[in-house]
């Protein structure tokens, strides 16, 4: 697999490129973080669910009236309504508050040693390694080198 945004050859499992850190693919990581809802997200259902449901039920009821049904299906809808919201706001508070628990449940020490991402992004596999190069100055320098001889003989 290749970066696509350096062109550098780098593995698999990798989420960001070892060389210049970009973002491989947003399809990995992204996948898992979809299913979570935030508690901005939640909260605003909460509220909203519980306004317009209010507002249903109350204009619902004035129709009902307004047409002259019986007086016990107009409070059996009422139950059924309010126990339906109830029951709607109750799985939304659940996902709120047990997303707050998974979050203190764990530590940032815990969250990181858990991570295999930053393990992958800081040990590069050993067929990425580069052969060493012989050293410039060294192949410019060695003619400059003085050349000890034995003193010729008399």
């Not at 307004?66 to 059924?80: R, S, V």
């Not at 590069?124 to 400059?144: D, F, G, H, W």
């Amino acid at each position: 697999m290749y970066c696509s945004f350096c062109g550098a050859a780098v593995a698999h499992s990798l989420i960001y490129c070892n060389h210049c850190g970009e973002k491989l693919s947003a399809d990995k990581s992204e996948s898992g973080k979809a299913s979570e809802l935030s508690p901005e997200s939640l909260v605003r259902a909460i509220v909203s669910i519980f306004v317009l449901g209010l507002g249903a039920i109350i204009a619902l009821v004035a129709a009902m009236k307004k047409l002259d049904f019986n007086e016990g299906l107009i409070n059996a809808f009422l139950l059924f309504s309010f126990l339906l919201l109830v029951v709607i706001e109750g799985v939304f508070i659940w996902l709120l508050v047990s997303g707050k628990k998974r979050a203190k449940g764990t530590s940032d020490i815990e969250q990181l040693a858990g991570q295999q991402e930053t393990k992958d992004l800081y040990t590069p596999p050993a067929r990425m390694l580069a052969e060493p190069m012989p050293s410039v100055t060294e192949q410019t320098t060695r003619p400059l080198e003085k050349i000890y001889s034995a003193p010729k003989s008399k």
